[in-house]
Structure formats: C-alpha cells, structure tokens
C-alpha cells in the first residue's frame, strides 16, 4: 500500500471555526489532490499541487485553502466551516498527473 | 471532459465472472480509460486503465470497444472482497491536473 495518511481521521466542530486537515505522504510523489465526496456525488476535486509551494483550484474550491511547504505533506484548511462541507475528505498522491492516484483513508468531518 | 454511464447496480455469485460495463460515447481519442474501486470505507483504489487495446493485470481485465465510446471490466472470479462502488474514468493526458471526474459508479454486491 502507498504511504499515505490522513489526520485526523474524524473531526466533530462547530460552524464558523478554523480546520486543518493533514495528508502526508511517504513516497515523495509530485502531485496530491484533495477530495470531497457527499451522498449523491462522486467524489469531487478541491484543491491540487504540482509541487512544493505550487497549487491550483479543482472544481469546488470555495471556502478551501491549501498549502505545501514540503513534498510529503498537504494541508487544507477551511478558513471558517459551514455545515454544508461536512464531508468525507480524500488526499491523493500520484507521481505525475497521468499516473495512478493513491488514496489515504479519508477523514469524516461533521460541521454542527 | 467524457460523460459516463454506468449501471447504477449489479450482482453477482462468488467465484463466478463479472462483467461491469460503461459507456463513454463522448471520450475524446487520447482519453485513457480508468477504473477505480471504492471498498466500503476505504479511499478509492486503481484497478487498471488502457487506451485502446485490451488490458489485464492481476486484479482484472479490460476490454475496449474498437470504437473506444464503451468498455467492460472483468473480474474472472468475483469474491465477496470484490464488493464495491466501480468507476470507470476517462482521462485526458494532455491536460495537468491529472484530476479524476468520479461519477456515480456501479454498486457491486456479490453473494456467498
């Protein structure tokens, strides 16, 4: 299995705080992806990075910010939680961006 | 970006073959074709992609349509493991996200 964990792993918080969700990694891949996935939905890309300090939007970004400041960990940070993005959160790794992504185990966030 | 459709459902007995089927009469001609399985509260996991011919790995097999608008993955020998949401990808390489579009997928139950 790729080395990849997610912190942590549940999170129970209330509407207007700060998160931070972690992703590292072990396998010194290029690019991580973080992803939502709700009832209904497939999961859904919010935020990517091609490498240290460089990061892109995917297709749901509003109300996320990410940051990479080294190669094996992905932080992504709801600035202030609504309850709309209770959601189970999945980081990705992958050596470029047309090879296999690696999933970690997912964090399950409940925003009250 | 390719639409796909997949059955919603599907059973199958155990130790018996599997095929799960997607349409993708939109695929561009460089899209590669990927499959993905979800576990039950597990991040997805690769299954196996291709472009044009048919493919096989330990896990499974890939079969194209010669006009590349629909594709079957095959389990040879489902077992109970094997139930799982499947999702069938497609991928265009040419641009940099690398990011995955999950649809819906295909619930597979497979019966003891």
């Known amino acids: 299995d790729a080395g990849i964990t997610q912190s942590p792993r549940h999170k129970v918080t209330e509407t207007g705080t700060p998160v931070t969700l972690r992703c590292h990694q072990t396998e010194n891949h290029r690019y991580m992806y973080w992803y939502r996935q709700d009832p209904g939905h497939g999961l859904r890309l919010i935020h990517y990075?091609?490498?240290?300090?460089?990061?892109d939007k995917g297709e749901v970004s509003d109300g996320y910010s990410v940051s990479r400041s080294k190669t094996e960990d992905f932080l992504l940070t709801l600035e202030s939680a609504t309850s709309s993005q209770t959601s189970v959160y999945f980081c990705a790794i992958s050596e470029s961006h047309t090879d296999t992504q690696y999933f970690g185990p997912g964090t399950r966030l409940t925003v009250l | 970006d390719a639409k796909t459709t997949q059955p919603n459902s599907m059973e199958s007995n155990e130790e018996e073959p599997v095929h799960l089927p997607c349409n993708h009469s939109t695929i561009s001609g460089t899209d590669y074709i990927h499959w993905y399985r979800q576990l039950p509260s597990q991040g997805p996991e690769y299954v196996i992609h291709g472009l044009t011919s048919n493919v096989n790995n330990r896990m499974a097999s890939l079969a194209i349509a010669e006009d590349r608008k629909s594709s079957t993955l095959i389990l040879h020998r489902a077992t109970l493991r094997d139930a799982a949401v499947y999702y069938c990808?497609?991928?265009?390489?040419?641009?940099?996200?690398?990011?995955?579009?999950f649809g819906q997928g295909t619930t597979l139950q497979v019966k003891p």
């Open positions: 990075s091609y490498g240290v300090k460089d990061t």
């Open positions: 990808i497609p991928q265009n390489p040419s641009g940099n996200t690398g990011k995955l579009i």
